[in-house]
């Protein structure tokens, strides 16, 4: 171990206790999106908890976001004071839990278990801790790390991302990004681009005694679902060259159906009927025309029935990536390398990423965090209290080497 190493591990070291009560406090509040609940209780925790480290946080209310959030906001806090600039991007709301018993944590055997621990409440604890770590321990130089939370990731960051966007609170002059999502120690320098659809057909209701005076939405949708499922065969046959995870398909991934139905009763011929579609696409294809195919498809497929349709695209979310040959990149690789004592791999991350946010203005950014990707999102999630400080470890790293 290097002796920066063994100084900033001995730092969150000391910490390991309180680092692993705020998570369990953090992960306590269900703030489960959709419907994005308890945001605000979330948001004044954590700048409790910034206060605490120095961070001079600040939350930033959002009235202006759609949806049913509730006191949506995003929290931002600084270390450091110098030109350089550094992003540390995180987000506290968790998907639904499957059980409420989720939001009791439990600690054991060196692990938090309950929702939210692997994305990304623990990865948010590590940036945290490590941007403390940076500024106490003088790593920053002439440079600073900002901090931003926002309150929306898991239902496509309108709110939070894109008023950071449009607010111009993104400089596009920062030396990197990083986020905190779980990427189990492997660095995502590249992520997915996200289609979704909502398809609604339009029929005409009949009693069965009489369904020959009635149009069959629920027909009419099974006709134009079939060239939607060809497609999401063909792109799952169209690899990426970006490295993945083991377990992880190269193709593009679409899911047709994921909700779906129609229909007033069993004796009744369906007026309506829906089904969504949802693709995630490598950094490879060009999503604007993906979509532009895949609505075509949809649409010659009622012409040939004259089905009546209705389109709507419910989100389009750009994919994003930065060269494992770039200086940014290798710097990282360098650094998880250092504390992580082997080679960093880089990998594609199988989903979207907040990556996209700060890529498009040009800044390097990358997905690193503790948790695991097969549990986020599942009835058994955890992180390791371990990986977490060994996370905070390479936040605080980086920005160093980014910034000192
Ligand atoms: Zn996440």
């Given at each position: 171990m290097t002796d920066r190493v063994a100084r900033v591990g001995a730092w969150l070291d000391e910490r390991a206790e309180e680092m692993a009560r705020f998570l369990e406090r953090l992960v306590a509040v269900?703030?489960?999106?959709?419907?994005?609940?308890a945001l605000g209780r979330c948001a004044r925790l954590l700048r409790e908890e910034m206060d605490r480290l120095g961070l001079s946080p600040e939350i930033l209310g959002l009235?202006?976001?759609?949806?049913?959030?509730?006191?949506p906001c995003l929290v931002r806090g600084t270390a450091g004071d110098g030109g350089g600039l550094v992003y540390f991007h995180g987000h506290f709301d968790v998907v639904p839990?499957?059980?409420?018993?989720?939001?009791t944590p439990v600690r054991r055997e060196g692990k938090i278990v309950g929702r939210g621990t692997a994305d990304m409440k623990g990865g948010v604890v590590g940036m945290l801790y490590g941007a403390a770590a940076a500024r106490e321990l003088g790593l920053l130089g002439d440079g600073r790390i900002v901090v931003h939370l926002v309150c929306d990731e898991e239902t496509g960051s309108v709110a939070g991302s894109g008023h950071l966007r449009a607010a111009g609170?993104?400089?596009?002059?920062?030396?990197a990004m990083l986020t905190a999502e779980p990427s189990g120690g492997s660095i995502w320098n590249a992520a997915r681009g996200a289609i979704s659809l909502r398809v609604d057909v339009q029929g005409r209701e009949a009693h069965v005694g009489q369904a020959n005076l009635g149009v069959n939405a629920f027909q009419h949708m099974l006709h134009l679902a079939r060239p939607v499922e060809r497609y999401a065969a063909e792109m799952a046959g169209r690899h990426t060259d970006f490295p993945m995870g083991?377990?992880?398909?190269?193709g593009s991934m679409l899911v047709v159906g994921g909700l779906s139905g129609g229909g007033s009763n069993f004796n009744v011929v369906p007026g309506s009927a829906y089904f969504t579609v949802d693709g995630r696409f490598n950094p490879e294809e060009d999503l604007d025309g993906e979509l532009k195919r895949l609505t075509g498809l949809i649409e010659d497929a009622a012409r040939e029935i004259g089905a009546t349709v209705a389109i709507r695209t419910t989100q389009v979310q750009p994919s994003a990536s930065t060269g494992p040959d770039h200086p940014a990149a290798a710097a990282l690789a360098r650094v998880v390398g250092e504390v992580q004592g082997g080679p960093a791999r880089f990998e594609l991350c199988p989903g979207v990423l907040e990556t996209r946010w700060y890529a498009q203005l040009g800044i390097p950014a990358f997905g690193y965090g503790p948790g695991r990707l097969e549990v986020?999102?599942?009835?058994e999630e955890y992180v390791e209290e371990a990986a977490v400080r060994r996370c905070a470890a390479v936040y605080a790293l980086y920005a160093g080497d980014m910034l000192g």
């Open positions: 269900d703030s489960e999106n959709p419907p994005g609940r009235p202006e976001a759609p949806g049913d959030l509730e006191e839990a499957q059980d409420r018993a989720q939001f609170l993104i400089d596009p002059a920062a030396r083991p377990g992880d398909a190269p986020s999102h599942g009835p």
